[in-house]
């Protein structure tokens, strides 16, 4: 091989090399809420959340993939930094709060969520 095709070689396994997928989270089924239904789930706060940045709908946005446990299930809530009950979350959590009733309404786009007291 000559000198070229290793030097190549060597940046072309590097490409590949940080290519590789990458998982930051433990993969679990995400939590799926239904719109009108109040849903209790508990959060996991012992470490920080993994995050994740993607684009959507031609939009760059960064999630957080809280754990939580929902009719005895441990699954991943995906929620966008930027939704106003994710601050409301931590501040609870703050206070020690780790159980929360929550209530969707939209779905999608249209999605909200509302802490109910």
Request: net charge positive; charged share 25%.
């Given at each position: 091989m000559t000198e070229n095709e290793t030097k190549q070689n060597n940046w072309i396994a590097s490409e590949v090399e940080s290519l590789k997928p990458t998982k930051d989270f433990e993969e679990k089924p995400s939590l799926q809420l239904k719109p009108g239904v109040i849903a209790e789930i508990k959060i996991d706060f012992?470490?920080?959340?993994e995050v994740w940045n993607g684009e959507q709908g031609g939009k760059t946005i960064t999630k957080k993939i809280v754990p939580v446990t929902f009719e005895g299930a441990?699954?991943?809530?995906?929620l966008n930094v930027k939704n106003p009950i994710y601050r409301e979350l931590m501040v609870l959590a703050k206070e020690g709060q780790t159980a929360f009733k929550i209530l969707q309404?939209?779905?999608?786009?249209?999605?909200?969520?509302?802490?109910?007291?």
């Amino acid at each position: 091989m000559t000198e070229n095709e290793t030097k190549q070689n060597n940046w072309i396994a590097s490409e590949v090399e940080s290519l590789k997928p990458t998982k930051d989270f433990e993969e679990k089924p995400s939590l799926q809420l239904k719109p009108g239904v109040i849903a209790e789930i508990k959060i996991d706060f012992t470490k920080p959340f993994e995050v994740w940045n993607g684009e959507q709908g031609g939009k760059t946005i960064t999630k957080k993939i809280v754990p939580v446990t929902f009719e005895g299930a441990s699954l991943n809530w995906w929620l966008n930094v930027k939704n106003p009950i994710y601050r409301e979350l931590m501040v609870l959590a703050k206070e020690g709060q780790t159980a929360f009733k929550i209530l969707q309404s939209g779905e999608k786009a249209n999605t909200r969520y509302v802490l109910v007291k």
